[in-house]
């Protein structure tokens, strides 16, 4: 079955660490978004790929790093310079361009910084 | 993306008709309206998308107003399972190429 993996699905890590959250897709998608889900809040956009080797930031980039150095994949980075990193992570992706036919999401990264 | 409005909380009985509705009267002509759903802890799931005539398929309905100002999406046999946060979503002409907007949506609780 064609889909999403996101992985792992939970994370925890020590405050000041750098950590690397994968996503990857077998959809043939050439678009892929990382989202950020606050509780009871709607979804954020972090950063956001139309083709490879290119990415583009969202309204939340401060503090994270992505690459998308294959179409299949697209790992986002939460560096030590994000302020609040706990949070649910969300990775989706859709066939990009104008015919948008909807995202498919990944089952979420829920990651918690102590 | 198109400015929309939906009650944050509704309530349903199992198996009567659960009928949300999205208020878009910024929406421009070439724009659709798509709906997802989040059941909680998960990630959003696409239900269904349309430009101005209703639509159906195996998940639900959605009716758009002749004027497209606003759009109602329809469970027709609600269950438990279909409790969940519902977003209706209208993304820019562009498809929603460069991100799609979900606000808090409709959290659509099934009673027993």
């Known amino acids: 079955d064609g889909g999403i993996t996101q992985s792992p699905k939970y994370l925890f890590r020590k405050e000041g660490q750098n950590v690397t959250l994968s996503c990857e897709q077998n959809l043939n998608h050439d678009a892929m978004y990382w989202y950020r889900q606050d509780p009871g809040q709607g979804l954020r956009l972090i950063y956001y790929?139309?083709?490879?080797?290119?990415?583009q930031k969202g309204d939340i980039a401060e503090g994270y790093s992505v690459s998308r150095e294959k179409k299949e994949s697209f790992p986002l980075t939460v560096t030590s310079a994000q302020k609040n990193p706990t949070a649910f992570y969300l990775c989706?992706?859709?066939?990009?361009?104008?015919?948008?036919?909807?995202?498919?999401f990944g089952s979420g990264t829920r990651l918690t910084v102590v | 993306d198109a400015k929309t409005t939906q009650p944050p909380s509704m309530d349903c009985a199992e198996g009567r008709a659960a009928n949300l509705p999205c208020n878009h009267s910024t929406i421009s002509g070439n724009e659709y309206v798509y709906w997802y759903r989040q059941i909680h802890s998960q990630g959003p799931q696409y239900i269904i998308h349309g430009l101005k005539n209703n639509e159906t398929n195996e998940m639900a309905s959605l009716i758009i107003t002749e004027d497209r100002k606003s759009s109602t999406l329809i469970l027709p046999h609600a269950t438990l399972r279909d409790t969940a946060v519902y977003y209706c979503?209208?993304?820019?002409?562009?498809?929603?190429?460069?991100?799609?907007?979900f606000g808090k949506g409709t959290h659509l609780i099934i009673q027993p």
């Open positions: 790929s139309q083709i490879v080797n290119d990415f």
């Open positions: 979503i209208v993304p820019p002409s562009g498809g929603g190429a460069d991100g799609l907007t």
């Open positions: 989706a992706s859709s066939i990009g361009g104008t015919a948008n036919y909807g995202y498919t």
